[in-house]
């Protein structure tokens, strides 16, 4: 197909821009002859467009602000999923029409038209003992006062042009110009109330000791077991109402030969945990002009950002200070222990120790894990974020003749995240290591870069009168490196102390003890040339095609030197076709089909020759650290070598409009294959004839199909009343189709662990992607649970299949009014199916300290439903209709341990409709030569839910990455935010 293809499409050359015919730009589009931003930062008219593409203006996602632009999206755009980490900050991850990958289904990110790599640091993992936070990546830093509009090229038809770059998708975002006429200034502000709710439910009815046994008092025990007896709700006391205070002022002018914008901008966010902060300022800047009789056109921006947080909170028990409070035990004073008392000076060493009830008069900790006062952790344990980031691009536009344009465009993005936490003496020794007794530094440093330049050639020739053609053909080069250092060193030479130039290195140390020091770079590069082209005829059939073809450095060393996507679409216009009824004022039916891919990590195969003497060992603190994983080199295993991911997508749509345009609907159905999974296996055995060891190889498809829709209806369309409703669903079924080839025998149950997914998040033939696993109750071939002799039910040792996390459904309605100036609009999201893992509702219910404890003790026990005694029993096989006491049910179903409890209790519906945000807004037009106008809004977000079963908002993961999802590990509790904003136009 290549040697076909390419000559045709460089000589009748091909995608456009540059008609002179076509309207003005828009930041949404509302009619089908306005046009919309496409790949490469190509306009076309909506009506040519032969795939899904749904775009969305700057004003929706600043009307109710949030300090991540990217969770204004939620609800607004069909199947697109946002899931939030832990706070103001931090990565959103981003998923749309489903996880096609086993290592990433992260969108591109295009700004005005040219791709940038959105760094992040390292991910916090979905474990109980993570120890550091989300680092937060680049999309987080932009001031979404600067954007003009987002698109979002969902399908692979719509991202081919960029190759493996946009194999999930792509995400365009278009900046802000300056405007022709007299300048302006524009002053926006909003400040919001951060509330935190839906907190774990937590009992203060029953004591952690007995008052009338002598000698019992509170603290003797680390769990809440005791008499009965009233406490205090001191996390309700100790939480905050958090502030966040958003600030952005621009300026823009322009003339006919020259356009300026510039902005400034802050964000300050004190958060619901004492002593939590983050501070970012914003910078941004863009030039249009215009030479040469207006033929050369330079547009040139900058967009910089400085962040800065601390305390920024971390899942998992090791460093939250939320879980020292659910943990307490119930009749303990915290008031003893607060913020002005949370440590003492120890004489013997003159340093601070830490007073909290678990530390002994031995300085010795109780508990399993031990917990330590959060003020200690926040002010001892103390975390720090930075990060810096900067983006510049520089596009060169030569108009060489009326239909016929050149482009030479090029950026530079740069981004370092800096995280660093100081683990103080006299902390928890499981969290210093057992020699470490002046204290622990970790710190993780993650430096991004990339360079990215393209030439294109654009143009759009008159054939004929009944015939267009747009064609685009150009070539790329665009090179990304990391450097990675991450330390861990629990040897300080003087206590609590923590800078590196402190730091043992050459000590006895013991095997686990924290001792790391790895430094690494990586590089990758990606050359590129593509083509496209659009052909239609009298404005009532297109015709597209598009050809890329990449050279990626990241197969060097395994004999293929590049691969080739390609894609063709069509649709017809059948409104004008056909004589349709006054009702139908526009009706499109398209369809379309391409192959887009994914390259592999940088530096992987350095791994083509066997590890031990060929591969770039890893150095970590002065000892080679052999790579876990190898790649097959055995010809006999071809179908196992290293090779780009595969996805085949097909889609087919059909778009109308009726009643004077008041009414559009678009519907999508797609079916996308990902094959060439990169999986890392374990062969304990030899299966197949290969040998027993840890590989990488590419074999995994995962199936994605569905269907996304989108309604928007002017029910009410005057300056006087205006009513518009808007309404966004989406369904999605995901696939493990195939996890090996047939000639690896490998067990049809094997499972794979998912990056950043703890012990929970597998992959299995024939399950879908997230599929979450754990401890099930052990049943009978009748399904019903077994128990022992007293009623406790059984565990099934054996991981088993609990439930994905992915919603089945989306929907998003939204509403806006416009009484005169008064404007009123709220946004409801749902998302329906699915189920989660509350981790930490399944240690507060070991621990006696959660309300179902408490509920059940009420009750004189737990109730279990279709339950049998165990064989082996003296009642075996009997129908258990008892109450099992609830100490001993929890203790036997409450874990704070991978692989301990039964998991199955605590799976819940993930299933949530909730009241995403709402505003009230009036303009004030004012008669004054400095103020135009200005617009005071009350606003709120995440404000309520309308439905929701689980324990936890099961939007929140951990971190950015593809497992995690779906499992609570002790996550900071939701918040909601109601405020005032401010826009003043000068």
Known sequence: MRKTVIPVLLA????????????????????IEEVVVTSLGIKRQARSLTYSSQQIGGDELTEVKTPNFLNSISGKVSNVQINRTNGVGSSVRVLMRGNKSANSSQPLYVIDGIPIINGVGKSAEASQYSTMPDAGDVLSSINPDDIESMNFLKGASASALYGSMGGNGVILITTKKGKLGRSSITYNTSLTVDQAYSLPKLQHSYLSYDPAVSGQAPGISNESWGAKGASKDHLKDFLQNGTTWVNSLSFQSGTEKSTNYFSIGNTTNKGIIPSSYFDQYNVSFRNSSKYLNDKLTLDANFIGSLQNSVNRQTPGISFSPLV????????????????????????????????????????????????????WILNRNRVTVNNKNTYTAVSLAYQINPWLSARVRGNYSWNITDSQRGVAAYSDPNLITSNGINGRLLQNKYENSSTYGDVLLIGSPKLSEDISLDFTVGGSINTSRNRVTEIDNAYLAIPNLFTNSNLLWNVDRSVGDGFHNISYSTKKQIQSIFASASLGYKNMVYVDMTFRNDWDSTLALTGTNGYDYESVGVNAVLSSIFKLPETINFWKIRGSYATVGLGLPANLTTATNPYDTVYGYNVDAGQIVKPKYSLVTDPAFKELFVKPELNKTFEAGTELRLFKNRLSFDITYYNSNASNQLLALDISSNLGGLPSGSYYVNAGKIQNKGFESSLSYKIFDSEKFGWTANLNGSTNKNKIVELFPSSISVPENQLLALTGGGAYTKLKLGGSFGDIYGIKFLRDDQGRILVDADGKPMADKNLGYLGNPNPKFMLGFGN???????????????KFGGKVLSLTEKANDLLGVSQNSASARDAGGVAIPNAVYAPGTPNAGAAYTGLTDAKAYYKTVGANQEGAGIDEAYMYSATTVRLRQASISYTFDIKSSYLKNATVSIVGTNLFFFYKKAPFDPEQVSGNTPGGVGVDSFGIPITRSIGLSLKANF
């Open 816 to 830: 806006s009014f416009n009484i005169g100036k008064l404007g009123i609009s709220f946004l409801i999201d749902g």
């Open 12 to 31: 009748i050359s091909l995608s456009a821009h540059a008609q002179e015919a076509k309207k003005a730009d828009t930041a949404k589009t509302t009619n």
């Open 324 to 375: 020292s409070l659910y943990w307490l035990p119930r009749g303990v004073d915290f008031d003893q222990y607060n913020n002005s008392n949370y440590y003492y000076i120890d004489k013997s060493r003159l340093l601070p120790g830490q007073n909290w009830w678990a530390v002994g008069p031995d300085g010795k900790f109780n508990g399993n894990p031990a917990t330590q006062n959060p003020y």
